[in-house]
C-alpha cells in the first residue's frame, strides 16, 4: 500500500469508530462521498473487504477488526508526538476534546473553561454532552468527566469539585396540596418525577443515607426524563417531588421557589473528577485545561 498512506488509514479508523460515514465525513471535515473513495481505495489496494455497509449502519469485518485495534493505538501515538512538536511554540495550541453529562458540562465545566476561550486563542474546546459511561480512549476524547473518581485502573482522576449532595425537593405549591413526606420511604404514595440514565437501563433509583446506612427508594408519578435541567423546569411548575444535585436548585431553595424535604437524609459524596489515560502524552493545550478545571484547595 503506497497512495494514500496515513490519510486513508486514518479515513478508516474515523468510520470504524462512528459506523457511519455521514458522521465519520463531519468529524474529518470532508464529504461522505470522499470518505467512500478512500474505503474503497484502501480495500482495492489491499485486496480485502474491511467494513460491512447496510443501510442503517456500517460495521467490521474480521480483517476491519484486527486492523483497527492494530493501528489505532499507533495514530493516537503518533498524533501525540505531533502534538508534543506544536507545544514548542509559545502560545499552546490545539483541540481538547472532553465528555461531560450534562449538569456536570453546565455547572462545573462551561464556568471554568469559558476564561480560556478569550486567553488562549489557538485553544479550542470539544464538549460533549453524554450520560454514558464513555470509552474515552475508543472515542478518542482527551477526558471524560465522572462523580466519586471511579475510574479504569488505567486512568488518573482529579477532582474538579467540591463535595455534593442530592437534595429533595418541591414547589410550595405541591406541598401546600399533597404535604411532606415524613420519611424516604413515603414517597411512595407522593408523585415524584422519574430520571432515566442510559447507564442504568432502567429509572434512577432515589438515593439516601450514606455507607452502611445507603438506602434507595424507588419512585413513581406522572413524569420520567433524561435531562435533570428537564426536571427542574417541572419540579418548578408543581408536577411533582423531584431529586437534583444541591448546586443546581441553590438558587431556588434561596428565592423560595422550592422548598427541600427530607433534609436530615441526604448525605454529601465525592463530587466531579477529571479523568483521563495515565499514558497519553499531554499536550500543552490539555495542561491549559487542567490548570483550568483543577479544583483549589
Known amino acids: 500500500?503506497?497512495?494514500?498512506?496515513?490519510?486513508?488509514?486514518?479515513?478508516?479508523?474515523?468510520?470504524?469508530?462512528?459506523?457511519?460515514?455521514?458522521?465519520?465525513?463531519?468529524?474529518?471535515?470532508v464529504s461522505p462521498s470522499a470518505v467512500s473513495q478512500t474505503i474503497k481505495g484502501l480495500e482495492e489496494r489491499l485486496g480485502v473487504r474491511l467494513l460491512t455497509r447496510?443501510?442503517?449502519?456500517?460495521?467490521?469485518?474480521e480483517a476491519g477488526e484486527r486492523l483497527l485495534n492494530d493501528i489505532a493505538p499507533l495514530l493516537d501515538q503518533i498524533q501525540d508526538h505531533l502534538s508534543a512538536v506544536s507545544d514548542l511554540r509559545k502560545r499552546p495550541s490545539g483541540t481538547v476534546r472532553i465528555t461531560a453529562d450534562e449538569f456536570a458540562a453546565r455547572y462545573v465545566l462551561w464556568p471554568k473553561l469559558l476564561p480560556?476561550?478569550?486567553?488562549?486563542?489557538?485553544?479550542?474546546?470539544?464538549?460533549?454532552?453524554?450520560?454514558?459511561?464513555?470509552?474515552?480512549?475508543?472515542?478518542?476524547f482527551d477526558a471524560g468527566v465522572r462523580l466519586g473518581g471511579v475510574i479504569d485502573a488505567d486512568m488518573v482522576a482529579m477532582p474538579i469539585g467540591?463535595?455534593?449532595?442530592?437534595?429533595?425537593?418541591?414547589?410550595?405549591?405541591?406541598?401546600?396540596?399533597?404535604?411532606?413526606?415524613p420519611c424516604p420511604e413515603k414517597l411512595t404514595e407522593h408523585r415524584c418525577i422519574n430520571l432515566r440514565l442510559p447507564t442504568h437501563g432502567g429509572?434512577?433509583?432515589w438515593e439516601f443515607g450514606s455507607n452502611e446506612n445507603e438506602f434507595r427508594?424507588?419512585?413513581?408519578?406522572?413524569?420520567?426524563?433524561n435531562s435533570v435541567l428537564q426536571i427542574l423546569e417541572a419540579c418548578l411548575a408543581g408536577v411533582g417531588i423531584a431529586q437534583l444535585p444541591d448546586t443546581q436548585v441553590k438558587p431556588h431553595l434561596d428565592d423560595g421557589t422550592l422548598n427541600e424535604i427530607l433534609t436530615h437524609w441526604s448525605e454529601p459524596f465525592p463530587g466531579y473528577h477529571l479523568y483521563y489515560p495515565s499514558r497519553?502524552?499531554?499536550?500543552?493545550?490539555?495542561?491549559?485545561?487542567m490548570d483550568h478545571l483543577r479544583m483549589e484547595q
Not at 476561550?117 to 470509552?135: A, F, N, S
Not at 449532595?165 to 404535604?179: I, Q
Not at 499536550?283 to 485545561?289: D, H, K, M, N, S
Open 280 to 289: 497519553r502524552q499531554q499536550t500543552a493545550a490539555f495542561r491549559v485545561v
Open 54 to 61: 447496510t443501510t442503517r449502519s456500517v460495521t467490521r469485518t
Open 116 to 140: 480560556i476561550l478569550g486567553t488562549y486563542p489557538d485553544v479550542t474546546v470539544e464538549l460533549i454532552t453524554d450520560y454514558g459511561l464513555t470509552d474515552i480512549v475508543a472515542e478518542r
Open 217 to 225: 427508594v424507588r419512585v413513581n408519578g406522572p413524569l420520567i426524563m
Open 1 to 29: 500500500m503506497q497512495e494514500g498512506g496515513m490519510d486513508d488509514l486514518l479515513v478508516f479508523v474515523t468510520v470504524a469508530q462512528e459506523h457511519n460515514f455521514t458522521r465519520a465525513a463531519a468529524r474529518l471535515g
Open 162 to 181: 467540591p463535595e455534593m449532595r442530592m437534595v429533595t425537593v418541591a414547589s410550595p405549591d405541591y406541598l401546600a396540596k399533597h404535604g411532606s413526606p
Open 203 to 205: 429509572l434512577y433509583p
